[in-house]
């Protein structure tokens, strides 16, 4: 019984792992321009797509950093074309635009790749188990676990220490400042949309490795991913992190106990923190409600 | 403002006589009698979205939760607990209904893109209860096994399983019902407080105006509407299945109010329409249509913000023809 809820533990935080990546591109979308990017689980399926075609040119290695930079890059130009259009707008339009574009991202991945899921090789010694006892740990999830950490403090360390990741802080708090101090604001959320893609784009790789590429893959990530930063509290991006964890050993410990309720539960917890802690765990009042 | 009101009964009497006629003209337009009734039945889900979207300013983007509760509470109830088609609606009336009034609560209080967040993660809930209890709804194969019943007054009876002309005609009066109220409301001093809300909420506060009683009633009543609609699907297509509750089709009713032009009582309607047709259309063309629906919503988003309806046509029209064309998402 204790392996099996270790086992699932331990699932639930590889799960939760993947929603923290992908929550934290959201929420850091959301706290700069208002925006929910519906398309965000399309650009995480684009990651692991980018990922299988060039991995056998460049090697795993070199696919692991190039693809969701690339996946950043097409953001980056649906961001410069389309997006900063809505900037001020009603949310409601940046939604219906980034919903419509969520249809395009996965019929054209369905249309070039195809609608059955694509095998991603990972390098051999990443699919050993770290020992026999826990077979479960596969070298390749710690090595996702450790990417995911890396990814994760290397953002908040850029956030917290760098100039451009001070601005894009302030600005989630007074943009009107940000900008009247002389910041090109523009220029600020085009960069952070790329940013956040970039982190959609990583996860969807890592992804690739521990499931099968499909059109899907992503849709299926975006609703936890809105949970994540509900219960977290959406402003906060340390909540994000914290609500991602959260819920993904939930799942997993659900899983143990009641599998059929593994989906489910997320969304309860969420109830909860709404009626007894409205903003979020560590959400500030007020700020984008 | 006699005139006013005269236009408007004119305007009134239009839209009713065309949607009577519809078995006679839909035949020559090259449509067929069920698509007429799925236009009905998801012009009557845009409709009660756009009560809160439109007329209350609030946005949810989770209402298919609700639009699948009524579709699952009226084929259970056939299924399981009565022959009688119109109770079997009423249960699944009070299912959408008591379902959006008890997250309503918890909900209300968020504004903007995170009352959007939040009813679309809650919309999330019940799309995974109808895709995971296999033993009540059928899981992902859908809710079978139910008929909508003729329809018995006792004296005689109305076929509305056999004869799709009746059954669009039931639709129609149960859609003649859900607006009729919803029209109702509007016009009552609620309905005005409603406007009030939307168009300064903070105002309404000093005004006194209960502001979150307020958005609390008009979200129930608009996941009762929507029920309503979903029950009329369900028996439309004498099936129901999980993917009716997803954000997905959550989206698809959001995107027919905007269309049509949510400002505008009757606007959704006409955006279901168009959605309807289109979908059914570019489906039977191209195995893409995925792609298309897509770039509809994303060039409906950028150029015409404000729907069909909501359009200045005459000054669009000018504005092409005039050398320094403005943009019509510019013209707030």
Partial sequence: MSDLILYNVTNGLIIGAFYVLMALGLSL????????????????????????????????WAALLIAPILVALVGLVIERTLIYRLYGRDPLYSLLLTFGL?????????????????????????????????????RYRLFMVAVVTVAVGGLFLFLRFSRLGVRIRAGTFD??????????????????????????????VLAGGQLSLEPTMG???????????????????????????LIGVA??????????????????????????????????????? | ?????????????????????????????????????????????????????GFTGVLSFGHAAYFGLGAYGTGLALKLLTNSTPLALVMGVLLGGVAGAVLGALIVRRRGVYFAMVTIAFGQVFYFIAYRWNTLTGGDDGLRGFERQPLDFGVGTIDILHKPILFYYFVL???GIGVGAMGLLLRSPFGRTLLAIRENERRARFLGIPVEQHIWLSFTLSCVFVSLAGG??????????PTMLNYTQSGEIVMMAVLGGMRRFWGPLLGAAVFVVLQDYLSSLTTNWMSFLGAIFVLMVLFFPRGVLGMNWTEMFHSMRGSKAQRPGDTA
């Avoid at chain 1, 321009?33 to 795993?60: C, D, E, K, M, R």
């Avoid at chain 2, 009329?232 to 299945?241: R, S």
């Fill in chain 2, 173 to 175: 009066a149960m859609f």
């Fill in chain 1, 29 to 60: 979308i959301l706290n700069l321009s208002g925006v929910i990017n519906f398309a965000h689980g399309g650009f995480l399926a684009l990651g692991g797509y980018f990922a299988y075609t060039i991995a056998p040119y460049v090697g795993f």
């Fill in chain 2, 232 to 241: 009329l699907n369900a028996l439309l297509n004498n099936f129901a299945d």
């Fill in chain 2, 1 to 53: 403002m006699m005139e006013n009101d005269r236009q408007r009964m004119m305007r009134l009497g239009a839209i009713w006589l065309l949607l009577l006629a519809v078995p006679l003209w839909v035949p020559f337009v090259g449509g067929y009698m069920a698509l007429g009734t799925r236009v009905l039945v998801l012009g009557l889900a845009a409709m009660s979205l756009n009560f809160l979207l």
């Fill in chain 1, 175 to 204: 943009l009107d400042t940000v900008s009247s101090l002389g910041v090109n604001v523009r220029a600020l959320r085009s960069f952070n949309f790329a940013l956040g893609i970039f982190l959609a784009g990583l996860a969807g």
């Fill in chain 1, 251 to 289: 799942a997993g410990l659900t899983t143990v106990f009641w599998p059929s309720a593994s989906e489910a539960v997320i969304y309860v917890m969420m109830a909860v923190v709404l009626l007894l802690r409205p903003r979020g765990l560590l959400g500030e009042e007020g700020l984008l409600s």
């Fill in chain 1, 219 to 245: 849709a299926s990530l975006l609703m936890p991913s809105f949970v994540a930063i509900i219960v977290g509290g959406v402003g906060s991006l340390p909540g994000t992190l914290l609500g991602g964890l």
């Fill in chain 1, 102 to 138: 969520a249809f395009i991202f996965e019929d054209l991945t369905r249309a070039i790749w195809g609608a059955t899921g694509l095998p991603f090789t990972i390098p051999a010694f990443l699919s050993q188990p770290v020992s026999e006892h826990f077979f479960f740990v596969t």
